[in-house]
């Protein structure tokens, strides 16, 4: 007699996952220009993964990316990939590797050609940025809350894949400046439901990005809920779909 497929590979169970869709738009208007729809799972390795997916169009601006990021469960960055579409044309990928001293890029672009790179860094860095927003939570995820809300955390050079604004060059490795303030502990609705968050803020921004605040869940995912652009932007992007029960 075959044996059953359950026999076989034994009992499959998939693992905990997190989904959600995000929009972004100008504030105080109803139209979008753009979205972003997300997927995170934790593995029985204690790594979590972000998959993204993430179209806009902004001013000049025409970007679709596509991301997939994971991280340590101290939320120091393991690997990543980037892929980058500008007014519908491929434009560059690339793929990215974190150890306790190194970070490592392998890109091929239109502009630069085939790039390879290292980095030195000392863990834990602050994250790797891949634009995406829900990203961004992973960039706040080691702040010390606990010194309480007022305080300045700087993790030294910063590392991401575009110094863009919009995430639509490259991708390769740069660096940025900034550092984190926390506003303090904030409940906030959005579409999605409402949330506890963290509320947090970019300081030092050395790209000329304007001033930036988002808003984090405090159930240890760090899940981006909300964020407010101010400047040439002036956007706000909010949580508009989310499934899945908290991974921490």
């Not at 979205?35 to 025409?62: K, N, Q, Y």
């Not at 101290?74 to 990215?96: K, L």
Request: proline letters at 6%; aromatic letters at 10%; a negative charge.
């Amino acid at each position: 007699m075959a044996a059953s497929v359950s026999e076989v590979t034994g009992a499959f169970t998939p693992l905990p996952s997190r989904a959600g869709r995000i929009r972004y738009a100008r504030a105080g208007h109803t139209e979008d220009w753009g979205v972003e729809e997300w997927r995170m799972t934790l593995g029985r390795d204690g790594i979590r993964t972000l998959s993204a997916h993430v179209e806009m169009a902004f001013g000049g601006d025409d970007v679709v990316r596509d991301s997939v990021l994971s991280v340590h469960p101290d939320f120091h960055p393991h690997d990543a990939y980037v892929r980058i579409m500008n007014h519908g044309r491929a434009t560059g990928s690339g793929w990215f590797a974190f150890t306790d001293t190194q970070a490592i890029g392998e890109s091929l672009t239109l502009a630069e050609g085939r790039v390879s790179q290292t980095f030195p860094i000392e863990r834990p860095i602050r994250g790797f940025g891949i634009h995406a927003v829900q990203g961004d939570g992973s960039l706040a995820a080691a702040f010390p809350y606990e010194k309480g809300p007022g305080h300045r955390h700087f993790f030294g050079r910063n590392l991401l894949h575009s110094l863009h604004h919009f995430g639509a060059t490259g991708p390769m490795l740069v660096t940025t400046g900034s550092g984190l303030e926390y506003a303090g502990p904030e409940t906030i609705e959005v579409p999605a439901g409402v949330f506890d968050c963290h509320r947090v803020r970019f300081v030092g921004l050395t790209n000329a990005h304007p001033p930036y605040d988002m808003w984090l869940t405090r159930d240890g995912d760090f899940l981006y809920v909300k964020g407010v652009v101010e400047g040439y932007m002036d956007s706000v992007f909010e949580l508009v779909e989310l499934s899945g029960s908290p991974l921490a």
